[in-house]
């Protein structure tokens, strides 16, 4: 189901009316997508939150209207200001809800790795977020790994992620995922008793 956002027509340009936009709530945007124009337009920013304050964030899809004709659109690109972090600028791309299309969904690690931690360990997102092609009515919320069960030294990679049934990843299989990092204190006290026990072994040898 997808989630309705009113865009209205803009006819002013330049960075003195982008200013003047945003200074009254409104963000500058563009709609475009195969065989249309592209489309000057602005949404309230208040009404931009809503849209995509659901799971999906900004992979929802949008019923885009815009002087009375309906896009079914997704968010292709977010411009924020450098500083404020705001959203200066939207870039909306039109959908066919059967054609497959490539999007960015998010990676979200839960459960905690004891036996890593046991051993001076840190659980590593090596991403996040995974690439994959689907059509939008299939785009996953996110993706979710649970990683109680990880031992030091393992890795998750991308083939290991199980796929919702229409989506792909189109990434290399082999790219890690989640890695497991092991801290230089770690390292150093495993040394350290690596350095004692040869120590030791060569003070019974000695004895001998």
Do not use: W
């Not at 865009?7 to 065989?35: D, F, K, L």
């Not at 001076?120 to 939008?136: K, M, Q």
């Not at 199980?162 to 230089?184: C, N, Q």
């Amino acid at each position: 189901m997808s989630t309705k956002l009113v865009a209205q027509s803009r006819t002013a340009s330049g960075s003195a009316a982008a200013r003047r936009m945003r200074a009254e709530g409104h963000i500058p945007a563009v709609v475009y997508g195969q065989g249309m124009s592209p489309l000057s337009v602005s949404v309230e920013r208040r009404e931009l939150r809503l849209a995509l304050s659901g799971a999906a964030g900004v992979n929802t899809v949008l019923s885009l209207e815009v002087e009375g004709k309906t896009y079914p659109a997704v968010v292709k690109e977010l411009q924020r200001h450098p500083i404020k972090r705001t959203v200066s600028h939207i870039d909306f791309l039109t959908v066919n809800m059967n054609e497959e299309l490539t999007v960015h969904v998010p990676l979200r690690l839960e459960g905690e790795a004891k036996a890593v931690v046991a051993e001076g360990g840190l659980v590593d997102p090596a991403v996040d977020s995974i690439e994959v092609s689907c059509t939008p009515g299939n785009i996953p919320d996110e993706f979710v790994i649970d990683i109680t069960d990880m031992q030091p030294h393992d890795v998750i990679r991308l083939a290991d992620v199980p796929m919702p049934k229409g989506v792909t990843a189109t990434g290399d299989p082999d790219m890690p995922v989640v890695t497991i990092l092991i801290t230089a204190a770690a390292n150093a006290g495993a040394d350290t008793e690596g350095d004692a026990e040869a120590a030791a072994e060569g003070g019974d040898a000695a004895a001998e």
